[in-house]
């Protein structure tokens, strides 16, 4: 089996975090690490792009849109009749933009 | 299989046969709670097909109530979030062509930065076609909140830059945190294939940070 080069390194590294190398690959990647500290720099900084990305702030719907959406809700709860006849008549009375036909 | 949400705040979701079934019966908390669990990514996987924040606001109320409209006829073969994504990517995508016939956006050219990994290494016609043009300098660790910031903006920009594809895959993968598996069936692609594309997604993304993080007293290199 031939060691592994620094080109074949970083092709592989996905494959790696995922899991998806056989035992063979697995040793020629860990092992290469061993040998070049380039490789072992790159690895280490896609694991701190990864774990930033997981940092981001989620950005969040707008109030207005939230409330669109819980009014569309309430619309469709209302207008259909649910076979078990729970019939749930809040939020008459709020004026969603979407409410109207009742 | 409904999978645990790495990111959402507050309690997990129940199991989809229980969430699927109050919503059918109308309870509003339930909605709610996936509203605010769900929509984040949501808004972000829009926001790779669409031009701005607020196109892809539109594309995700008109993907919820969507929801709404169809859930009754939810048959379980795929997870409910699966499901709510496949809807949320195919309104985004309509949305992105049909913006794109008025509004110039070089960001929807899907070869753009499709060119692969090969960019650090000589070409194989070198001498040394295993030698990096410059090998990984060691980054130094950002300190205090100023510089996470400045991190995430420069994340964000470079998430700008990446072909549609590429995008949606390192935020399901990376932003969101899902599985390759769920990802796989959110798209509709083999595992192969997402690979690749988060493969040259985070390929990228670490160029990008590189650039930032060893650019001289903060200043993006002249190179
Ligand atoms: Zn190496």
Redo the contacts between chains.
């Keep these: 089996m031939s060691a592994m080069g620094c080109d074949e390194f970083v092709e592989q590294v996905t494959a790696y975090l995922d899991g998806a190398l056989d035992t063979v690959n697995v040793n020629r990647f860990t092992g290469h690490i061993a040998d070049c500290d380039g490789c072992e720099v790159y690895l280490r900084q896609i694991r701190v792009t990864i774990a930033e990305l997981g940092r981001l702030p989620g950005p969040g719907l707008a109030d207005r849109t939230t409330a669109t959406l819980l009014a569309a809700f309430r619309d469709r709860s209302a207008n259909e009749t649910p076979s078990e006849g729970s019939q749930d008549v809040r939020g008459a009375g709020f004026p969603g933009p979407l409410s109207g036909s009742s | 299989m409904p999978e645990a949400d790495q990111?959402s705040p507050g309690p997990a979701l129940p199991a989809d046969d229980v969430v699927v079934a109050a919503l059918?019966?109308?309870d509003?908390e339930m909605?709610?709670a996936l509203?605010?669990a769900w929509?984040?990514?949501m808004?972000?996987v829009a926001r790779a097909y669409v031009a701005d924040?607020h196109a892809a606001?539109d594309v995700?109320?008109e993907a919820?109530?969507g929801v709404?409209r169809g859930i009754d006829r939810f048959e379980a073969r795929s997870s409910l979030r699966t499901w709510i994504y496949r809807i949320v990517i195919n309104k985004a995508k309509t949305r992105g062509v049909r913006d794109a016939r008025t509004v110039p956006m070089t960001s929807l050219t899907p070869e753009k930065n499709d060119a692969g990994?090969?960019i650090?290494?000589h070409g194989p016609e070198s001498p040394y076609?295993?030698?990096?043009r410059r090998?990984?300098?060691?980054?130094p660790s950002p300190e205090g909140e100023i510089l996470?910031h400045e991190?995430?903006e420069h994340?964000?920009q470079a998430l700008d830059n990446l072909p549609a594809r590429q995008r949606v895959v390192?935020t399901l993968r990376?932003?969101q945190?899902y599985t390759?598996d769920e990802v796989c069936a959110i798209l509709e692609i083999t595992?192969a294939n997402q690979?690749v594309l988060?493969?040259r997604a985070?390929?990228s993304?670490?160029s990008a940070?590189?650039r930032y993080m060893t650019a001289p007293s903060g200043k993006e290199p002249t190179r």
């Design positions: 990111k059918r019966l109308g509003e909605f709610a509203l605010s929509s984040p990514g808004l972000q924040d606001e995700v109320q919820w109530l709404l990994l090969s650090d290494f076609p295993d030698a990096r090998p990984p300098v060691v980054w996470a991190v995430h994340i964000v390192i990376d932003v945190g390759s595992a690979r988060l493969h985070r390929a993304l670490r940070l590189d």
